[in-house]
């Protein structure tokens, strides 16, 4: 077992578990420096594809789409000048790689097969977990903009529901550089929004479907943690994040997870036709 009996049972009643030191920082030297790699190899002028939460999503585009499969790099809104060119080095201009590390990158795939992932979710009560998707979240310095209050399952639907969320502190997140925020107990409130692709047309859509206010309804709070951290979340648990507000980036590294045998929905985004289920 990788969660206690109070783990599981804090899990279940608050929507969120915080786990410190499951990683040593051996271990997440090798993330940052994997992920690095990837950067450097980033060809900017190629692909300049933004990622940003303020737009209701509507800047989703092929590069987004196809990074199902594959290992695409997402700049911050705020590294790019008007005229499109970026105002810093490339290392720090990256918002996020996604959504295929898992996959495709040796030390992701190598990482993720780290059996602690596998005994957790199985505490949880998954049967055949597998990984769908996972990102590299850099929260640059200065730069790393807000993620706004969302729920994980309006981006991965699925029959039954049934995602976890696991972010892996690659390195210390504390209410200045944009740790996360969680409402406890708030997984027990309804999807609030759904986003879906028309694939004809090949175009993303976020609707409402709740419009109860994100703030008010359950009092939020931070979930600071050290690196080698693990925070595991419910699908519907609401999360925010901060724009990093100091001088020091805040990596992470996330998985989600399903079970192997759920109706994955057409209408997701997130679609992997060629790929294997990668299997904790
Ligand atoms: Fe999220």
């Given at each position: 077992m990788a969660l206690s009996d109070t783990d599981i049972e804090t899990f279940r009643e608050q929507g969120f578990l915080a786990i410190e030191g499951v990683?040593?920082?051996?271990?997440?030297?090798?993330?940052?420096?994997?992920?690095?790699?990837?950067?450097?190899?980033?060809?900017?002028?190629?692909?300049?594809?933004?990622f940003r939460t303020d737009d209701r999503d509507s800047g989703r585009d092929?590069?987004?789409?196809?990074?199902?499969?594959?290992?695409?790099?997402?700049?911050?809104?705020?590294?790019?000048?008007?005229?499109?060119?970026?105002?810093?080095?490339?290392s720090l201009a990256i918002n996020k790689i996604g959504h295929a590390l898992h996959d495709r990158e040796t030390t992701f795939r190598t990482f993720c097969s780290h059996p602690w992932f596998g005994a957790a979710l199985r505490d949880l009560g998954y049967g055949a977990p597998v990984v769908m998707q996972t990102m590299y979240i850099f929260k640059q310095p200065g730069i790393g903009g807000e993620v706004r209050w969302h729920q994980d399952a309006s981006y991965l639907i699925s029959a039954p529901p049934g995602v976890t969320g696991v972010w892996v502190a690659v390195e210390d997140a504390t209410e200045t550089n944009g740790c996360l925020w969680m409402q406890p107990g708030a997984h027990r409130l309804p999807l609030r929004e759904r986003y879906t692709v028309d694939w004809r047309a090949r175009e993303g859509r976020l609707e409402t479907l709740d419009d109860?206010?994100?703030?008010?309804?359950?009092?939020?709070?931070?979930?600071?943690?050290?690196?080698?951290?693990v925070v595991l979340f419910h699908e519907r648990m609401p999360h925010y994040s901060s724009e990093n507000r100091s001088q020091k980036s805040r990596h992470a590294f996330?998985?989600?997870?399903?079970?192997?045998l759920v109706e994955w929905s057409p209408l997701n985004w997130l679609q992997r036709p060629t790929l294997p289920p990668f299997r904790l």
């Open positions: 990683f040593r920082p051996a271990q997440m030297a090798a993330l940052r420096s994997a992920a690095s790699e990837i950067v450097e190899g980033f060809d900017v002028d190629a692909h300049r594809t933004v092929d590069y987004f789409f196809d990074s199902s499969e594959a290992v695409h790099c997402f700049l911050e809104a705020g590294a790019l000048d008007a005229d499109g060119s970026l105002n810093r080095d490339k109860t206010p994100w703030q008010g309804s359950e009092p939020a709070v931070p979930v600071p943690v050290p690196a080698g951290s996330t998985l989600h997870v399903t079970e192997q």
